[in-house]
């Protein structure tokens, strides 16, 4: 029977895959303003998982922004295996994040995973004018968490991180930039290296559509889901929205794939 390194988590994976996307930290990066992240979007993405020669569908990924009242967007994603899939190892994975619709700088965070007998629910309250993100963490096997991790202007959780890049101007990047990236995961900051590669014409697998792309590769730390090494690559399409549409990365066991499959609601036409 497959296990967790069968289907990794869902979301999790993609947003991970989805943070990788930043150029070379520059000032602006820190102060961001906002022009294609807007209510009413809608990414979804299937997810599939590669076992020896045969690809298995495994779930699906979907990512919404909503209005959230007093200038603040509600960013939201949700990946689940499908129920075909569930007696092989059910996942049930949902994140929500609060930003300012200008800046998106977030005020709150929520993870909450069900993954087979692992359950994990963190909480996140961002307080910038006192430097610090206030944490709840609960995880099986393990005591309920209250903690302060510590922060700067530029520290900020997976959602709000896919968010920020999406609007980061990619024209200065060049072949082969070589680009180091700090994520809040869980309650760690942890460096990884992404390498550009150029622009490309990406056609995908099932639907055939083809999008203008930006390709990179992801310099990974070994850990319990993925491999060492430049083991995953993204690309993302080359317009003013930024949408990824298709990453693949190598796992301890076999390789997972997500592909766009629905893009709703965007602010710019995607081409």
């Known amino acids: 029977m497959l296990t967790v390194r069968g289907f990794p988590r869902l979301a999790t994976l993609v947003l991970f895959c989805m943070t990788m996307f930043s150029p070379r930290p520059v000032p602006g990066q820190c102060n961001i303003t906002n022009y294609n992240i807007v209510a009413g979007e809608e990414l979804r993405y299937e997810v599939a998982y590669n076992w020896g020669f045969v690809w298995i569908d495994g779930g699906e990924v979907v990512f919404r922004v909503e209005d959230g009242g007093n200038k603040l967007l509600k960013v939201t994603g949700v990946g689940k295996t499908y129920p075909s899939r569930d007696w092989i190892f059910k996942i049930r994975d949902s994140y929500i994040t609060i930003v300012d619709s200008k800046t998106l700088m977030p005020t709150y965070a929520y993870r909450n995973n069900h993954e087979g007998s692992f359950f994990c629910e963190h909480q996140y309250h961002f307080d910038y004018g006192k430097k610090a993100v206030f944490a709840e963490v609960e995880e099986s096997g393990k005591p309920f968490e209250r903690d302060t991790i510590p922060l700067n202007s530029c520290s900020v959780d997976l959602m709000t991180a896919v968010c920020m890049i999406r609007n980061i101007d990619f024209k200065p990047l060049k072949e082969n930039d070589l680009i180091t990236i700090?994520?809040?995961?869980?309650?760690?900051?942890?460096?990884?290296?992404?390498?550009?590669?150029?622009?490309?014409?990406?056609?995908?697998?099932?639907?055939?559509q083809a999008f203008n792309c930006l390709k990179m590769k992801v310099n990974l730390i070994a850990g319990s889901m993925f491999k060492q090494g430049e083991n995953m690559t993204v690309w993302v399409t080359d317009d003013e929205n930024h949408i990824p549409v298709q990453f693949e990365a190598e796992i301890l066991v076999g390789s997972v794939k997500a592909i766009i499959s629905s893009i709703k609601g965007q602010k710019f036409p995607t081409r």
């Open 182 to 208: 700090y994520s809040l995961i869980g309650k760690d900051i942890t460096p990884f290296t992404v390498r550009y590669i150029g622009k490309v014409k990406l056609s995908l697998t099932k639907s055939g």
